[in-house]
């Protein structure tokens, strides 16, 4: 399961794999299916190339909302005169790399789910500390010193981790890359010094959690 660190990374957008229509039902034939996997399996891709498709409306339901690749095709949509509309669990009111401030600030009507129980439930309870904890740790090794910080305004990177029940990097690459080969790798190298982390809890079910990671110096 895909999950994103907002704290950047919660269930991601949408669960994996996906499957999306690419032929008109014309009478008996059958539409042709493409199968997604995540990660590295072109989930992101085939959900951006399906937005960039869209003429009238895009409608988004998710728990937690931290791509920043998919919150721009949402508007560059909205550019195009797609009707976009999202809604939001309540958590995403003050998760601190969740994209909904970008999305409000873009013009696009985006709503606060606060009246169903899904950020109350206590494995998601136990999820949000663990986050944290991994925010935590990983900070004492991030950021770079301050001079350096003042070269770097406006950077960001993020790096998708896979995390195993006991607490150890079982595999993580680049998402985005900042376009500063210093930066890219100060912050790669702050999530392997903070290796091992926390155990996974043993009320989470997961053995393996894969979590973004959001870094940027402002």
């Given at each position: ?201 043993k009320e989470i079910k997961e053995d393996v959690l894969e979590i973004g990671i ?5």
């Amino acid at each position: 399961m895909k999950r994103i660190l907002t704290l950047f990374v919660a269930p991601i957008l949408f669960t994996c794999p996906f499957i999306f229509p690419t032929a008109s039902y014309v009478q008996e034939k059958s539409p042709n299916l493409e199968v997604y996997f995540s990660p590295h399996g072109g989930c992101t891709d085939a959900i951006i190339r399906e937005l960039n498709k869209a003429k009238i409306t895009i409608l988004v339901h998710a728990y937690s909302f931290t791509s920043a690749p998919i919150a721009k095709a949402l508007l560059n949509a909205h550019k195009r005169g797609v009707k976009v509309e999202v809604i939001l669990d309540k958590s995403q009111r003050t998760h601190k790399y969740s994209e909904t401030d970008f999305l409000v600030n873009s013009g696009i009507r985006t709503y606060i789910d606060a009246a169903h129980t899904v950020g109350r439930i206590t494995g998601e309870s136990l999820m949000e500390k663990y986050y944290s904890a991994i925010w935590q740790r990983i900070k004492q090794n991030w950021p770079p010193p301050q001079s350096e910080l003042k070269n770097m305004k406006g950077l960001e990177t993020i790096i998708q981790v896979k995390i195993g029940r006991e607490g150890m990097l079982k595999d993580m690459w680049y998402e985005k890359r900042s376009g500063n080969t210093v930066y890219d790798q100060g912050v790669w190298e702050a999530i392997k010094k903070s290796e091992p982390f926390a155990p996974i809890p043993k009320e989470i079910k997961e053995d393996v959690l894969e979590i973004g990671i959001r870094f940027h110096p402002d």
